[in-house]
């Protein structure tokens, strides 16, 4: 009886004229459209979140990973929709485009730009962290995993069904599926597995007519396009079909620590030679940052750099020192900076936890701290001079707020071919640079200084970077590459950053997108955009 008046039209109303405030506005006639189209076993009106609702900034900052956009000036979103059931997304989507509304898919919330949760214009959130389920198939060696998950729980559901199975994806755990895998996605594994996409062998999407298709569906070309393409401007990713790796049961990380008094200077020259070509199972990131000189334990003033070498071995201690001191001497790694531990506690070393620490810590979807935020990226291809990296110190010095990140590539990376899939970095680079300013004070000029940082280290790098196109990361998100109005210029303004992020791959991005959303319904601040209009 209470079951039936739930479902009943009448109850639905009722509801609804609960849920909004303003009863005639463009919004309500949607939410009776999403209510009109919702399949009776699967009612769509408890996840639906207006502003009048009390749970609604709740559920908004849920998944904001970039306190930049957790202001009372952002653009608030006019109802979020957290989609339980398959049908909840085929309603938004064919209402939305009925409606002509903007919509944003946000999964795990990781944009660095906040393009799944923010906008220019009014918009709604599509949000997918309900729809995380993870299905992994042992003998098979493969999973299906709902993009609503993060990669925490991804890696910690292969762990539960064989330590000797792993997933090559990011470091940080909280990351969501969605935009990581759509994007790109890359870890500490990339130099022996490829990136995330490189091991995607199915997908379900939901297109812009509603329809849900796998991989034999949807085609060859829009498979493509979702593996590095960004699934945003194509569809609402439902979930991926994984293709696990092997690892070994004992893996060795080792974090080492220089400062130029320390040589840093030497061994960072050394590293531009050797993290690229070393062994596969080997991966060192290298991350510069400008800290206090301290002399005798009390500090006079002066800065200096701090090389930081972070490390994954796929392999035990033994192996890796002797690989180390045959190629890497400078660097003096030991035994005892050696740390032998399981593939997933290694997930949380290189996440700044305690090893020690419960796995389990890996489910937590809220991250161990919050702060504000930019990113900009690069790609280096020749190594850069002693000379060159004393400059980039005084700078950074001059600078003192900006870090770099190198993440080297070569092995797998550079053996598969620039066409393979939309991410087009690949042979004959040696690492990708990641610009960092964090903070934790609000106001509009901190972050304007702090993002000025990133723009002034970025320019002061252009001798030592990819040139024609600069080429950048998709998943670290710059809205500086440019932002698309989505109005009569979009080919020309996606072509901007599209060529940066695809290089000759952002041509057959556009085809296929022109080709299965023509009217440009998936649309945001860097989607790819249909071609234009010509006339026969
Ligand atoms: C702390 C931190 C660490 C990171 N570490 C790494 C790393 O190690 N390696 C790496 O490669 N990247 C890394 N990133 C970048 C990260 O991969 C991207 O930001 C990624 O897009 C985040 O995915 P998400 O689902 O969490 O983000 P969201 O903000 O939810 O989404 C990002 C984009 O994807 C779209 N999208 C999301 N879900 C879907 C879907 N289901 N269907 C269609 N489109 C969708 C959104 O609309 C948006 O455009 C990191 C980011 C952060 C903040
Ligand atoms: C509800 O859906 C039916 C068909 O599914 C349609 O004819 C009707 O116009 C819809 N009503 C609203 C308010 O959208
Ligand atoms: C985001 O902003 C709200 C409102 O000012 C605040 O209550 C909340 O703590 C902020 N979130 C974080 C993680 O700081
Ligand atoms: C692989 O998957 C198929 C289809 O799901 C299943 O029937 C088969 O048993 C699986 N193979 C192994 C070795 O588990
Ligand atoms: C720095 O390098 C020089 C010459 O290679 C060496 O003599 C010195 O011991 C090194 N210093 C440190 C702290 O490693
Ligand atoms: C270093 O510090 C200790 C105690 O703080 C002091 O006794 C010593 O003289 C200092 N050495 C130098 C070289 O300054
Ligand atoms: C470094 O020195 C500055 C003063 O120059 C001080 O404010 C800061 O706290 C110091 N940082 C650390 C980590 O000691
Ligand atoms: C990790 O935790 C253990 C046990 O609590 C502690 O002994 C150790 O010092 C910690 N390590 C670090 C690096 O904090
Ligand atoms: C940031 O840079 C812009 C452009 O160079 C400049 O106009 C602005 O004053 C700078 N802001 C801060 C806070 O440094």
């Known amino acids: 009886m209470k079951l039936a008046l739930l479902l009943s039209p009448t109850f639905a109303l009722l509801f609804l004229s609960c849920l909004t405030s303003a009863t005639n506005s463009p919004h309500n006639t949607f939410i009776h459209c999403l209510v009109n189209h919702s399949q009776p076993s699967h009612p769509i009106t408890s996840s639906i979140f207006t502003p009048s609702n009390s749970l609604f900034s709740s559920v908004l900052q849920a998944y904001i990973r970039n306190l930049r956009f957790n202001t009372s000036t952002t653009r608030k979103p006019f109802l979020i929709i957290t989609a339980l059931h398959v049908s909840h997304i085929q309603s938004s989507i064919i209402c939305a485009k009925k409606h002509n509304l903007q919509m944003k898919i946000r999964s795990g919330g990781h944009d660095y730009e906040g393009v799944s949760y923010v906008a220019e214009v009014p918009f709604f959130i599509l949000d997918m962290f309900n ?24 890696y910690y559901r292969i762990n539960k069904k064989s330590e000797t199975h792993g997933f090559p994806a ?43 298709l796998d991989r034999k569906s949807m085609g060859e070309d829009l498979f493509w396009a979702i593996r590095g393409g960004g699934g945003a401007s194509f569809g609402v990713v439902l979930s991926y079909k994984i293709k696990l790796v092997k690892i070994p049961k004992i893996v060795t990380v080792f974090q080492i620590r220089k400062t130029l008094e320390e040589n ?6 050394n590293w531009q030679h050797v993290a690229p070509t070393i062994d596969n199972d080997l991966f060192i990131r290298l ?17 200096t750099i701090r090389a930081t070498f972070i490390s994954l071995f796929l392999g035990d201690s033994k192996t890796l020192v002797s690989l180390m001191n045959q190629k890497f001497p400078q660097l003096g790694l030991k035994q005892s900076d050696c740390i032998e531990t399981s593939w997933l506690q290694s997930v949380l070393f290189w996440t700044n936890i305690n090893i020690t620490e419960p796995v389990e810590i890996l489910l937590d979807r809220q991250p161990q701290s919050l702060n504000y935020l930019k990113r900009k990226s690069d790609y280096v291809k020749k190594p850069i001079s002693k000379e060159g ?41 040696l690492w990708k640079v990641q610009y960092q300013a964090n903070w934790n004070k609000a106001g509009k000029d901190v972050a304007e200084h ?39 210029n979009s080919y020309i303004e996606g072509k901007a ?5 695809f290089k000759d791959n952002f041509n057959r991005l556009v085809e296929i997108k022109t080709k299965v959303d023509p009217h440009n319904f998936f649309r945001n601040e860097q989607s790819i955009p249909t071609l234009p209009y010509r006339k026969n």
Request: net charge negative.
């Open 131 to 154: 729809l995380r389920s993870i299905d992994v198939d042992i003998g098979n060696e493969t999973a299906w995993v709902q993009t609503g998950a993060t990669l925490g729980e991804v």
């Open 170 to 212: 990011g470091v940080c755990p909280t990351v969501g599926v969605g935009g990581h895998l759509s994007g790109g996605g890359y870890g500490n594994m990339m130099r022996k597995f490829g990136l995330s996409v490189d091991n995607i062998i199915d997908a379900q999407i939901i297109d812009v007519n509603g329809k849900l």
């Open 264 to 269: 840093a200077s030497d061994i960072v020259y």
């Open 287 to 303: 991350i510069i940052d400008v800290v206090n000189v301290t002399k005798n334990g009390t500090q006079n003033g002066a800065k």
């Open 389 to 429: 990296l004393e400059g980039i110190w005084k700078k950074m010095i001059e600078l003192e707020d900006a870090i770099l990140y190198f993440n080297p590539y070569g092995g797998k990376m550079a053996e598969i071919s620039s066409t393979e899939t939309p991410f087009p970095h690949r042979a004959g680079n």
């Open 450 to 488: 702090y993002i000025n940082l990133t723009r002034k280290l970025h320019k002061y790098m252009t001798p030592f970077v990819s040139k024609n196109p600069r080429e950048a990361f998709l998943n670290y998100k710059d809205l500086d590459l440019g932002i698309n109005h989505n109005g009569k």
């Open 497 to 501: 950053y599209g060529v940066e992020y």
